[in-house]
């Protein structure tokens, strides 16, 4: 099974409200991953969590705030977010400090208005 | 900083037929990882083919294969026998598994004609 499922597939928002993205995958992984997508781009790393504490911070804006409660799932809070943030936000998963491969969600459409 | 460019924004292949997706990556690392990843319309990332920089073996996968040239910095990927549901955005991507940071190429778009 390399199955990442993401919720919710699609997020309209407020620029004054607050929400979640999750992400979760129980295929043992110890890494996991926040990306960026916006049309017509590549995916753009925003955050890296290895066993469950942050390892990598591309100097997102603290509007968005990962969380990883446990191995199995990661969260991305989102709080007065800005219309440019509208985008595809993918999360991926991987064995951490080894040299396997990155299994994408399907990722979550975010609208934000 | 590791570069990852993919200097085809657009390929068509005729169904049946073979086409060929370049790469081209900058790093001074000598151990690390490249991949191609897909993504159709349905936005989901799915890995097509993955190559060890230790490997010289060039990775094979069904109708896909890749020819790495490791000195020449280059990853490109073949695809045989095209089918309508290759048709998709293509990434390369780069991953120095040390500090878990994949950078992907600007994508290809790749065309299936009938």
């Known amino acids: 099974d390399t199955e990442v499922t993401q919720t919710p597939k699609h997020l309209v928002m407020g620029m004054t409200n607050k929400k979640s993205l999750k992400c979760e995958q129980h295929?043992?992984?110890?890494?996991m991953y926040w990306y960026k997508q916006k049309a017509k781009k590549p995916p753009e790393l925003m955050f890296v969590?290895?066993?469950?504490?942050?390892?990598i911070n591309e100097s997102v804006p603290s509007r968005f705030s990962p969380e990883c409660p446990n191995s199995s799932l990661l969260n991305l809070h989102l709080h007065a977010l800005q219309p440019e943030d509208s985008a595809l936000y993918l999360c991926?998963?991987?064995?951490?400090?080894?040299?396997?491969?990155?299994?994408f969600g399907p990722g979550t459409r975010l609208t934000v208005l | 900083a590791q570069t990852v460019t993919q200097s085809q924004p657009e390929m068509s292949v005729q169904e049946a037929e073979t086409v060929t997706l370049s790469c081209t990556y900058d790093?001074?690392?000598?151990?690390?990882?490249l991949f191609w990843y897909k993504q159709p319309p349905s936005r989901q990332m799915i890995l097509v083919i993955r190559?060890?920089?230790?490997?010289?073996q060039n990775a094979t996968e069904n109708r896909f294969s890749v020819n790495f040239q490791k000195a020449a910095k280059s990853f490109s990927l073949k695809i045989s026998d095209s089918q309508l549901g290759d048709a998709a955005m293509y990434f390369c991507?780069?991953?120095?598994?040390?500090?878990?940071?994949?950078?992907f190429g600007a994508g290809t778009r790749l065309t299936v004609k009938p």
């Open positions: 190559q060890e920089a230790y490997k010289q």
């Open positions: 790093t001074s690392e000598s151990d690390y990882y």
């Open positions: 969590y290895s066993y469950e504490k942050l390892s």
């Open positions: 991926a998963s991987s064995q951490a400090g080894s040299t396997d491969t990155q299994y």
């Open positions: 295929m043992g992984h110890r890494a």
């Open positions: 991507a780069y991953w120095w598994y040390n500090n878990n940071d994949m950078r």
